[in-house]
């Protein structure tokens, strides 16, 4: 089945500078990737996703690549805010919404003021 | 769009009770429903999926007779905690696709605690 792994497991940044979050999975078949945001307590959100067919995504301040040769894919928050300050979960499915997501670990980022 | 509602947010009951958590897709009829459980400072844990009106499909190591799963409707799934124990205390949280190439989208979770 799939595998997840998800690095690093903690990431402690100064407000203003980027953070970086990267991933890998095992399954080949996997081409749906989402990232979710969590803060203590409270739901996952969605933050952002990338389907196989596309190599890079962005939103504003948050990007996502995938590489599927290598079978990794990466988040990239730039000009980080206290406010980014959660625990990031990566994940991959094989297909969306109806097939189950394997998650990575999280990381627990801490943006500095 | 795409809210997910669970309730109860928070239960406190004795060993032995069965406790029943149920999710809710507001705005969007789900065709799937995931269960996930979270320890502390941990990564979500699939326990099962279901699709409506079939039997759940459950993760390996996750007993199907202590965790029974309904999912009755296109709006309502439900988890029910039988004979909980206090190793089943956790976070528990659920979350709703409507397929379609839609993601997940999930519902505020459940403390569960068993004393």
């Known amino acids: 089945g799939e595998n997840v792994e998800q690095h690093p497991s903690t990431l402690s940044v100064q407000e203003g500078d980027s953070a970086v979050i990267k991933c890998t999975y095992s399954d080949s078949a996997s081409n749906y990737f989402p990232w979710y945001k969590q803060e203590l307590g409270k739901r996952p959100q969605l933050i952002i996703d990338i389907r196989s067919n596309v190599g890079e995504k962005k939103d504003q301040r948050i990007a996502v690549t995938l590489n599927k040769t290598a079978k990794h894919f990466s988040l990239h928050i730039t000009e980080t805010q206290p406010e980014d300050s959660a625990v990031y979960f990566c994940a991959a499915s094989i297909g969306t919404g109806g097939f189950k997501t394997i998650f990575g670990a999280g990381t627990r980022l801490f943006v500095k003021a | 769009g795409a809210v997910v509602s669970q309730h109860p947010s928070w239960v406190i009951c004795k060993s032995g009770t069965s406790v029943k958590i149920e999710c809710r897709s507001l705005d969007f009829q789900a065709t799937t429903m995931f269960w996930y459980r979270q320890f502390p400072k941990q990564s979500l844990m699939l326990m099962a999926t279901?699709?409506?009106?079939?039997?759940?499909?459950?993760e390996q190591g996750v007993e199907k007779d202590k965790f029974l799963i309904n999912h009755a409707s296109l709006t309502l799934s439900t988890l029910t905690v039988t004979s909980a124990h206090p190793e089943d205390s956790s976070f528990y949280i659920c979350?709703?696709?409507?397929?379609?190439?839609?993601?997940?989208?999930f519902g505020d979770g459940t403390r569960l605690s068993i004393l």
């Open positions: 279901s699709n409506e009106g079939s039997k759940a499909t459950y």
């Open positions: 979350s709703a696709s409507e397929g379609g190439g839609q993601p997940q989208h």
